[in-house]
Protein backbone atom coordinates (compact mmCIF):
# COMPACT_ATOMS: atom_id res chain seq x y z
CA UNK A 1 0.00 0.00 0.00
CA UNK A 2 2.78 2.54 0.17
CA UNK A 3 3.31 3.28 -3.07
CA UNK A 4 0.18 2.45 -4.17
CA UNK A 5 -2.54 3.42 -2.06
CA UNK A 6 -6.40 1.61 -1.35
CA UNK A 7 -8.89 3.09 -2.92
CA UNK A 8 -11.44 0.38 -2.99
CA UNK A 9 -11.22 -2.81 -0.80
CA UNK A 10 -13.35 -6.17 0.15
CA UNK A 11 -12.95 -6.45 3.93
CA UNK A 12 -13.44 -9.89 5.44
CA UNK A 13 -15.02 -10.09 9.16
CA UNK A 14 -11.53 -11.17 10.25
CA UNK A 15 -9.93 -8.01 9.49
CA UNK A 16 -12.96 -5.44 9.93
CA UNK A 17 -13.17 -6.68 13.73
CA UNK A 18 -9.61 -6.28 14.15
CA UNK A 19 -10.08 -2.37 13.10
CA UNK A 20 -13.36 -1.81 15.38
CA UNK A 21 -11.66 -3.53 18.29
CA UNK A 22 -9.93 -0.23 19.85
CA UNK A 23 -13.45 1.44 20.33
CA UNK A 24 -15.08 -1.54 21.51
CA UNK A 25 -12.25 -1.68 24.32
CA UNK A 26 -13.50 0.24 27.21
CA UNK A 27 -9.70 0.82 28.80
CA UNK A 28 -8.46 2.72 25.31
CA UNK A 29 -8.34 6.24 25.56
CA UNK A 30 -10.99 8.32 23.08
CA UNK A 31 -7.94 10.17 21.54
CA UNK A 32 -6.86 7.21 20.51
CA UNK A 33 -7.48 7.00 16.47
CA UNK A 34 -10.14 4.92 15.17
CA UNK A 35 -9.01 2.52 12.63
CA UNK A 36 -12.15 1.17 10.89
CA UNK A 37 -13.22 4.84 10.62
CA UNK A 38 -10.10 5.55 8.65
CA UNK A 39 -10.56 2.78 6.52
CA UNK A 40 -14.25 3.77 5.92
CA UNK A 41 -13.16 7.51 4.86
CA UNK A 42 -10.09 6.32 3.17
CA UNK A 43 -11.41 3.89 0.47
CA UNK A 44 -14.63 2.61 -0.76
CA UNK A 45 -15.33 -0.75 1.23
CA UNK A 46 -17.35 -3.56 0.04
CA UNK A 47 -18.16 -7.25 1.82
CA UNK A 48 -20.22 -9.65 0.68
CA UNK A 49 -23.41 -10.72 2.71
CA UNK A 50 -21.65 -13.85 3.96
CA UNK A 51 -19.47 -11.28 6.12
CA UNK A 52 -22.60 -9.53 7.69
CA UNK A 53 -24.31 -13.17 8.42
CA UNK A 54 -20.65 -13.56 10.24
CA UNK A 55 -20.70 -10.66 11.84
CA UNK A 56 -24.12 -10.99 13.72
CA UNK A 57 -23.35 -14.41 14.97
CA UNK A 58 -20.11 -13.02 16.53
CA UNK A 59 -22.49 -10.19 18.11
CA UNK A 60 -24.06 -13.35 20.07
CA UNK A 61 -21.13 -13.41 22.50
CA UNK A 62 -20.39 -11.69 25.39
CA UNK A 63 -17.06 -9.97 24.29
CA UNK A 64 -15.19 -7.53 22.86
CA UNK A 65 -15.46 -9.38 19.99
CA UNK A 66 -19.24 -8.82 19.84
CA UNK A 67 -19.01 -5.73 20.55
CA UNK A 68 -16.86 -4.66 17.93
CA UNK A 69 -18.97 -6.55 15.22
CA UNK A 70 -21.73 -4.93 16.41
CA UNK A 71 -19.72 -1.29 15.92
CA UNK A 72 -19.37 -2.91 12.07
CA UNK A 73 -22.75 -3.42 11.80
CA UNK A 74 -23.62 -0.21 13.52
CA UNK A 75 -21.84 1.80 10.44
CA UNK A 76 -23.46 -0.70 7.80
CA UNK A 77 -24.85 2.69 5.63
CA UNK A 78 -20.49 3.46 5.12
CA UNK A 79 -19.59 0.49 3.34
CA UNK A 80 -21.39 -1.75 0.18
CA UNK A 81 -22.72 -5.50 1.03
CA UNK A 82 -22.78 -7.10 -2.90
CA UNK A 83 -23.73 -10.95 -3.40
CA UNK A 84 -21.05 -11.98 -5.36
CA UNK A 85 -22.67 -14.64 -6.97
CA UNK A 86 -25.48 -12.14 -8.44
CA UNK A 87 -23.37 -11.50 -11.36
CA UNK A 88 -23.54 -13.11 -14.99
CA UNK A 89 -18.95 -13.21 -14.62
CA UNK A 90 -18.87 -15.16 -11.34
CA UNK A 91 -19.76 -18.83 -10.79
CA UNK A 92 -23.38 -19.57 -9.71
CA UNK A 93 -22.44 -21.38 -6.21
CA UNK A 94 -19.11 -20.79 -3.86
CA UNK A 95 -16.01 -22.36 -4.88
CA UNK A 96 -14.01 -24.31 -2.53
CA UNK A 97 -10.73 -22.68 -1.77
CA UNK A 98 -10.37 -24.31 1.27
CA UNK A 99 -11.23 -21.16 3.15
CA UNK A 100 -14.40 -20.29 5.52
CA UNK A 101 -17.50 -18.75 3.27
CA UNK A 102 -16.75 -15.47 4.30
CA UNK A 103 -13.06 -15.38 3.05
CA UNK A 104 -13.93 -17.41 -0.05
CA UNK A 105 -16.86 -15.11 -0.85
CA UNK A 106 -14.68 -11.95 -0.09
CA UNK A 107 -12.46 -13.53 -2.32
CA UNK A 108 -14.65 -13.61 -5.23
CA UNK A 109 -16.28 -10.50 -5.00
CA UNK A 110 -13.04 -9.01 -4.96
CA UNK A 111 -11.77 -10.32 -8.19
CA UNK A 112 -14.84 -9.91 -9.91
CA UNK A 113 -15.08 -5.79 -8.90
CA UNK A 114 -11.06 -6.03 -9.60
CA UNK A 115 -10.57 -3.49 -6.40
CA UNK A 116 -7.45 -2.69 -5.31
CA UNK A 117 -6.84 -5.04 -1.93
CA UNK A 118 -8.49 -7.80 -0.36
CA UNK A 119 -7.79 -6.99 3.47
CA UNK A 120 -7.86 -9.79 6.20
CA UNK A 121 -6.00 -10.67 9.20
CA UNK A 122 -4.73 -14.41 7.41
CA UNK A 123 -1.15 -13.50 7.85
CA UNK A 124 0.56 -16.67 8.77
CA UNK A 125 -0.32 -20.24 8.37
CA UNK A 126 -1.46 -21.35 5.27
CA UNK A 127 -3.84 -19.28 4.51
CA UNK A 128 -2.23 -16.35 3.44
CA UNK A 129 -0.49 -18.30 0.76
CA UNK A 130 -3.89 -20.04 -0.44
CA UNK A 131 -5.53 -16.45 -0.75
CA UNK A 132 -2.50 -15.18 -2.58
CA UNK A 133 -3.31 -17.79 -4.89
CA UNK A 134 -6.95 -17.07 -5.32
CA UNK A 135 -6.80 -13.50 -5.64
CA UNK A 136 -6.41 -12.38 -9.36
CA UNK A 137 -5.75 -8.96 -9.65
CA UNK A 138 -6.29 -7.03 -5.76
CA UNK A 139 -3.41 -7.63 -3.27
CA UNK A 140 -4.26 -9.03 -0.31
CA UNK A 141 -3.72 -6.58 2.51
CA UNK A 142 -3.23 -8.27 6.15
CA UNK A 143 -4.98 -5.57 8.88
CA UNK A 144 -1.53 -5.13 10.64
CA UNK A 145 -0.11 -4.03 7.48
CA UNK A 146 -2.85 -1.54 7.05
CA UNK A 147 -2.35 0.06 10.28
CA UNK A 148 1.56 0.29 9.49
CA UNK A 149 1.06 1.95 6.02
CA UNK A 150 -1.22 4.49 7.66
CA UNK A 151 1.23 5.65 9.37
CA UNK A 152 3.99 5.49 6.50
CA UNK A 153 1.56 7.39 4.50
CA UNK A 154 1.00 9.95 7.39
CA UNK A 155 -2.61 9.53 8.51
CA UNK A 156 -0.93 8.43 11.54
CA UNK A 157 2.07 9.03 13.54
CA UNK A 158 4.06 5.89 13.80
CA UNK A 159 3.57 5.88 17.78
CA UNK A 160 -0.18 5.62 16.78
CA UNK A 161 -0.01 2.91 14.79
CA UNK A 162 2.34 1.06 17.65
CA UNK A 163 -0.49 2.10 20.02
CA UNK A 164 -3.19 0.67 17.65
CA UNK A 165 -1.33 -2.73 17.21
CA UNK A 166 -0.24 -3.33 20.43
CA UNK A 167 -4.00 -2.86 21.65
CA UNK A 168 -5.31 -5.25 19.03
CA UNK A 169 -2.81 -7.77 19.20
CA UNK A 170 -3.85 -9.28 22.16
CA UNK A 171 -7.15 -9.40 21.09
CA UNK A 172 -6.41 -10.50 18.18
CA UNK A 173 -3.85 -13.39 18.90
CA UNK A 174 -1.17 -11.42 17.10
CA UNK A 175 1.26 -10.50 19.86
CA UNK A 176 3.34 -13.55 19.22
CA UNK A 177 3.22 -12.83 15.42
CA UNK A 178 6.42 -12.57 13.55
CA UNK A 179 4.67 -10.88 10.71
CA UNK A 180 3.00 -8.40 13.61
CA UNK A 181 6.73 -8.18 15.13
CA UNK A 182 8.66 -7.35 11.95
CA UNK A 183 6.17 -4.54 11.15
CA UNK A 184 5.80 -3.09 14.23
CA UNK A 185 10.07 -3.07 13.85
CA UNK A 186 9.64 -0.94 10.61
CA UNK A 187 7.88 1.37 12.84
CA UNK A 188 11.06 2.49 14.71
CA UNK A 189 12.88 2.68 10.71
Known amino acids: MSDRR ?61 VAANNVLTARSHYTVEDPYERDETPDSRPTFGLDAGETDGIVLANMLDVDGFLTDEFGGTNFPLIHAVLQGPRIVPTPRLIVDYARNGYLSHEEARTLITTISPHRSWENSPYVTQLLQRLDD
Do not use: K
Open 6 to 66: LRTVVADTSALVSLAVPRADAAVDTDTPDPFQYLLTSCEVFVPPEVIAELQDITQYQDIHA
